[in-house]
């Protein structure tokens, strides 16, 4: 089993909508969780840290579930230029840092 | 606004060749890593800097890849002598070394293709 898995995708959502999606860790003793954003063929570009059980920017929210090991992603109102691959980033002990394989997000009008 | 720069941008090279990339942090950050991207494998971690010294280097393959900090400003990766297999894009990221260690930065990549 990978360390952090996500779902590849893509999810196609339509403008407007609300798109929400997982990545699980195995590692139990993960302490810090981010999710980036990369454009393709672009670099990945830092979306939001993930504190506690949840936070939330704007038209995002991100959420923590420690029982069951995984944290998730939720956009709300969705615009084309959310287009993009969504990286799930999980941060063990002694600042290991793992990246999930990405979930890809198709915003049509 | 502060960036992460890489140098250079494209890389051609024959097999065999040293390839040389650079990356320059952004100024005050003291953590600086080195990624590589492949469809296949996704974005792995090839080393980790913090005020220059080396963290860990345990995603680089030792014997054709070698990474180092001259000094607070540069950082390069080194692949003597590189292969078709190494193709791939080569991401550096910086932090400022805060407790969470996942709050980087990341350069424009240099994306390399070995013939």
């Given at each position: 089993?990978?360390?952090?898995?996500?779902?590849?995708?893509?999810?196609?959502?339509?403008?407007?909508?609300?798109?929400?999606?997982?990545?699980?860790?195995?590692?139990?003793?993960?302490?810090?969780?981010?999710?980036?954003?990369?454009?393709?063929?672009?670099?990945?570009?830092?979306?939001?840290?993930?504190?506690?059980?949840?936070?939330?920017?704007?038209?995002?929210?991100?959420?923590?579930?420690?029982?069951?090991?995984?944290?998730?992603?939720?956009?709300?109102?969705?615009?084309?230029?959310?287009?993009?691959?969504?990286?799930?980033?999980?941060?063990?002990?002694?600042?290991?840092?793992?990246?999930?394989?990405?979930?890809?997000?198709?915003?049509?009008? | 606004?502060?960036r992460v720069?890489?140098?250079?941008?494209?890389?051609?090279?024959?097999?065999?060749?040293?390839?040389?990339?650079?990356?320059?942090p952004?100024?005050?950050?003291?953590?600086?890593?080195?990624?590589?991207?492949?469809?296949?494998?996704?974005?792995?971690?090839?080393?980790?800097?913090?005020?220059?010294?080396?963290?860990?280097?345990?995603?680089?393959?030792?014997?054709?890849?070698?990474?180092?900090?001259?000094?607070?400003?540069?950082?390069?990766?080194?692949?003597?002598?590189?292969?078709?297999?190494?193709?791939?894009?080569?991401?550096?990221?910086s932090?400022?070394?805060?407790?969470?260690?996942?709050?980087?930065y990341?350069g424009?990549?240099?994306?390399?293709?070995?013939?």
């Open positions: 089993r990978k360390e952090v898995e996500q779902d590849p995708g893509p999810f196609n959502v339509p403008e407007g909508a609300t798109v929400a999606f997982n990545c699980t860790y195995s590692n139990s003793a993960s302490q810090s969780f981010f999710w980036y954003r990369q454009d393709c063929r672009k670099e990945p570009k830092l979306l939001m840290s993930v504190y506690s059980s949840g936070n939330e920017d704007g038209r995002f929210t991100a959420q923590l579930n420690r029982a069951s090991q995984y944290i998730s992603l939720l956009i709300r109102d969705s615009k084309l230029s959310d287009s993009a691959t969504y990286l799930c980033v999980v941060e063990a002990a002694g600042n290991k840092l793992t990246f999930g394989g990405g979930t890809r997000v198709l915003v049509k009008p | 606004d502060a720069t890489q140098t250079p941008r494209h890389k051609v090279t024959e097999m065999g060749q040293e390839v040389t990339m650079r990356c320059q952004i100024l005050g950050h003291n953590t600086v890593f080195w990624y590589r991207q492949t469809m296949m494998q996704g974005l792995e971690l090839l080393a980790y800097f913090r005020n220059r010294a080396p963290l860990d280097d345990s995603g680089m393959p030792k014997d054709r890849f070698s990474a180092e900090m001259p000094d607070a400003t540069l950082a390069t990766l080194k692949i003597q002598p590189s292969e078709p297999r190494d193709s791939a894009v080569y991401f550096c990221a932090g400022s070394g805060s407790k969470r260690e996942g709050e980087q990341f424009p990549g240099t994306r390399l293709t070995v013939t």
